[in-house]
């Protein structure tokens, strides 16, 4: 099967499962982690197999820089007698490119490691430098008994041989530094293609993930449905299914938020490695990429973290006490004042709030409220947040003068993954359905009154 067909599966398994849940549900509950194993496996595999690629291409990268540095002291050799120098000047700047050559060649050696076909090219430059070399010490020497009138070792013909034979090496020479070229640059497009396919590659899952988790989401909300559907007829029995229903649903949807943190680490460590390791080989173009995908796995990271306090809530025992929800209201204002000190928010808290309920949830609960309106209000530069009780009904509320929402959305607005807002406020979608969660845990409930740009007010009781 090929591996892009493996990506588009779960799009068409969204759509047909959604269509007839309550028949191939308990199907999809065993299909849908044997489908997250084999993506994952493709999906990790391509990943890693880029990341050497990429890795490659790096080493290409160093090992065409020394080719290239490998040219200069070859010509610049090659060039020392025909400098405008005197021949004592020239045969010293002679040696020293010769040092130089033996130098960049063992960087070059060291350049190659990472590809036989490379190392090859190299050993067989380093066969060709050392007699072509000697070639030239031997030319040098007749130039410079020649210079100081000296008789010479060699006649005219053996000269004119010598120096044929010295252009012939060199020659061959500088077809081997063109030879390296072409595997080198291989390497490089590769690596470069390596990145493209990364980046492909980890959107691509990361957006297999949410496809994941809205189908788990839509697949549990239609299953319940329709077991309200036939609630009046079955009461006992479908009440006993439904309860059980529910525990495995947490149960499988717990050990798939867990299962999801690894490659998601993988991801964000992945991408954070390329941008710090190879900071200067990257364009602004992939160091972009590699930033949104950093920004997409810790959105979703976030999202798990937010899915799997949803998930404790529902299974953790309820230990209740007298709570002091007046210093805890308080206790949580000073907190996000510290997180945006530079802001001026109006706040009102009443006296002697206090209700029976388990702490700890009730903080979650409150945080979550009050968080929203320190949120919503971020734009208004007169914001007031007000907590209070209404002394006739006795029930709790939070109001805020904030952006407010259409009242016909209300019924979307403790749901899992309902957002009222866009991109403009920071959120999951997690925080109303957590908190309507933990109150009917307390046997309460909770409801909001709203206008657009004209705040919001959320009624809860316990």
Partial sequence: MRKDMLLINPVYLLSKYTMNIPEIFSKALFLIPAILGIMLFVEINIIENTYSKIKKGEQAQFAIQMLDEMRRPVLAIENTFFLELNQASNYKLFNQQIDKTNTILKQYYAAAAYNPEVMALVKKLSENLEPWIELNKKLWTEHLLLSKDTKTVMD??????????TITQFFKVLDILAMGEKPIHKDIDNGRAAANLFI???????????ILIIFFQKSRNKNL???????????AERTVELESANKELQAFSYSVSHDLRAPLRAIDGFSLALIEDYNESLDDTAKDYLNRVRAASQKMAQLIDDLLQL?????NEINKQNIDLTELAKTIIHDLKQT????????IIA???????DKSLMTIALTNLLSNAWKYTSNRSNAMIEFGRNDHRGDFFIKDNGVGFDMQYANKLFNAFQRLHGSEFEGTGIGLATVKRI???HKGDIRAEAKPDEG???YFSM
């Fill in 351 to 357: 006296d002697n709030l206090t209700v029976y309920g």
């Fill in 340 to 347: 945006d000190p530079e802001r001026k928010v109006k706040v």
């Fill in 311 to 315: 998930s404790r809530i529902s299974r």
């Fill in 200 to 210: 492909v590659s980890t959107a691509i899952l990361i957006v297999y993930f949410f």
């Fill in 156 to 165: 005219r013909v053996q000269h004119d041989q010598l120096q044929h034979q």
């Fill in 456 to 458: 919001a007010c959320f």
């Fill in 225 to 235: 449905t329709n077991q309200h559907q036939k609630l009046e007829k079955l009461v």
């Fill in 439 to 441: 109150l009917k845990r």
